[in-house]
């Protein structure tokens, strides 16, 4: 639950903004709560664990001057990490204090872990961060960033351009392990060298992956940034021939809803993977609309506006363009957080692995308990139990299982047929998505409850 003592403070907001800020997390709140994939999930205690990616743009040091983010910002970005048990940030820049501020938002228990920044032209001094509630996700004291060994690095003994960061958590019954990713995008054309090179990242880091979940019989799961395109390009094929499973239901992830640059995908121990839902969560339909523009527009940076000497806009639809497309991804990013639930709570499933069934069919008497660990080093002999009696003992009944708080699909295929790809990739060609795009707004606006008609005086 996030803090709101801030929004009191006239330090830092005045009455006005006050008012804004509220009403904004109210519908933010409100979003949050319809149903998935639109709305995430309530958290729960232990039946399910809710991971979250998020490239937060340039979090936040503001070389490119459209900011810094204002404290309304931080308070809409506090409130949707809160959503998730534990979610991965690419793009949190060297200045720390940021982050740590929307963690004092998000109030005790949570914290982070993160990495050096990245070095190096393409490095942007980024770190990668992985943020989480310590009351529900346990470090399991591992950490560390992954580096190419010699004989795999790139063309021109390249290493990652920023440094996957691999760490180790538990939640409940789940142990697993999460690498956070953000690969080199390079030019878009395939047959680039920019585009192979961000191809044979991913293929790399798939491939390692994969192997130290098969040695080490552990559940990794990579997730972050890959800069996919689709679900069938050659950067989403590199990810999922390892074995890598995604989600029953893919999101596009950037803010137009185009591409599926952010992926969540799994490498599991048999039956520990159970998908519950997913979605990617569009800030946007709530928080700096197109109709805020008149609120916002005092605000923007007159570095990036055409201004006229009365401080008016000299083309007022170029500048809503700037405020609508540009500078409010820097106020939130240009990328919408991706999630996926899980169900983390494998007790029925354990208690049921002691059954034996012979017992279903003759009974057996309670037995003495066995000797404590202290009676045996004090030497005591355990009693003499008598034989049992030879009247026949009834079986025992098949116990009640409590019905499941969460229920969800088991893990798909890991591999995508050459048939269905093919018929996705038709259909994008088609102009599918584009159908199911107005079709989703089409029922939006028809789902839209109705005023009821002002009385006549």
């Known amino acids: 639950m996030v803090w709101y003592t801030d929004l009191r403070n006239p330090k830092l907001f005045t009455a006005a903004e006050r008012d804004w800020t509220s009403r904004r997390l109210l519908d933010l709140r409100a979003q949050i709560a319809s149903p998935a994939p639109r709305g995430i999930p309530r958290r729960t205690k232990d039946a399910s664990l809710i991971i979250g990616t998020w490239n937060i743009r340039d979090f936040d040091n503001n070389k490119f001057r459209h900011g810094p983010r204002r404290q309304e910002s931080l308070h809409y970005i506090a409130e949707i990490l809160s959503c998730f048990d534990v979610c991965a940030l690419q793009e949190v820049n060297e200045d720390l204090k940021p982050l740590k501020d929307v963690i004092?938002?998000?109030?005790?228990?949570?914290?982070?872990?993160?990495?050096?920044?990245?070095?190096?032209?393409?490095?942007?001094?980024?770190?990668?961060?992985?943020?989480?509630?310590?009351?529900?996700?346990?470090?399991?004291?591992?950490?560390?960033?992954?580096?190419?060994?010699?004989?795999?690095?790139?063309?021109?003994?390249?290493?990652?351009?920023?440094?996957?960061?691999?760490?180790?958590?538990?939640?409940?019954?789940?142990?697993?392990?999460?690498?956070?990713?953000?690969?080199?995008?390079?030019?878009?054309?395939?047959?680039?060298?920019?585009?192979?090179?961000?191809?044979?990242?991913?293929?790399?880091?798939?491939?390692?992956?994969?192997?130290?979940?098969?040695?080490?019989?552990?559940?990794?799961?990579?997730?972050?940034?890959?800069?996919?395109?689709?679900?069938?390009?050659?950067?989403?094929?590199?990810?999922?021939?390892?074995?890598?499973?995604?989600?029953?239901?893919?999101?596009?992830?950037?803010?137009?809803?185009?591409?599926?640059?952010?992926?969540?995908?799994?490498?599991?121990?048999?039956?520990?993977?159970?998908?519950?839902?997913?979605?990617?969560?569009?800030?946007?339909?709530?928080?700096?609309?197109?109709?805020?523009?008149?609120?916002?527009?005092?605000?923007?940076?007159?570095?990036?506006?055409?201004?006229?000497?009365?401080?008016?806009?000299?083309?007022?639809?170029?500048?809503?363009?700037?405020?609508?497309?540009?500078?409010?991804?820097w106020q939130m990013s240009d990328h919408l957080p991706l999630w996926v639930e899980l169900a983390i709570d494998f007790s029925d499933a354990h208690l049921l692995g002691n059954l034996d069934p012979e017992f279903e069919t003759a009974g057996a008497p309670a037995q003495i308990e066995s000797l404590s660990e202290d009676a045996q080093a004090a030497g005591l002999e355990p009693p003499v139990v008598p034989a049992p009696a030879k009247a026949r003992l009834k079986g025992r009944r098949a116990p009640k299982i409590a019905p499941p708080e969460k229920k969800g699909t088991l893990a798909p295929a890991p591999r995508m047929t050459f048939r269905e790809g093919w018929r996705i990739f038709w259909w994008v060609a088609g102009g599918g998505m584009d159908r199911m795009r107005k079709m989703r707004d089409d029922k939006t606006k028809t789902e839209k409850p109705k005023q009821a008609p002002k009385a006549k005086t």
Not at 109 to 133: C, H, K, L, Q
Not at 182 to 193: L, N, P, Q, R, V
Not at 213 to 241: C, S
Not at 258 to 269: G, L, S, V
């Open 104 to 329: 004092r938002l998000m109030g005790p228990g949570w914290d982070f872990i993160a990495t050096d920044v990245t070095t190096g032209p393409s490095g942007n001094r980024e770190r990668m961060t992985f943020v989480y509630d310590s009351r529900k996700v346990r470090f399991r004291n591992i950490a560390g960033e992954i580096v190419l060994p010699k004989h795999a690095l790139l063309p021109g003994e390249q290493q990652f351009a920023r440094t996957p960061f691999l760490v180790s958590f538990q939640a409940g019954w789940f142990k697993f392990s999460l690498c956070t990713v953000h690969i080199y995008f390079g030019e878009a054309s395939k047959g680039s060298d920019g585009y192979q090179r961000r191809v044979q990242e991913i293929d790399y880091l798939a491939r390692e992956m994969a192997g130290r979940a098969d040695r080490e019989d552990e559940n990794y799961i990579l997730l972050g940034d890959f800069n996919i395109k689709n679900p069938i390009d050659e950067t989403m094929q590199a990810l999922t021939k390892a074995g890598f499973q995604l989600p029953p239901d893919l999101y596009p992830s950037n803010l137009l809803g185009t591409h599926y640059y952010d992926q969540i995908a799994f490498r599991t121990r048999k039956d520990e993977l159970t998908f519950l839902s997913a979605g990617a969560f569009n800030w946007a339909e709530t928080l700096f609309r197109p109709e805020h523009y008149d609120h916002y527009a005092p605000v923007l940076p007159e570095r990036h506006r055409d201004l006229g000497e009365d401080g008016a806009p000299k083309d007022k639809a170029k500048d809503k363009d700037y405020y609508s497309k540009r500078w409010l991804t």
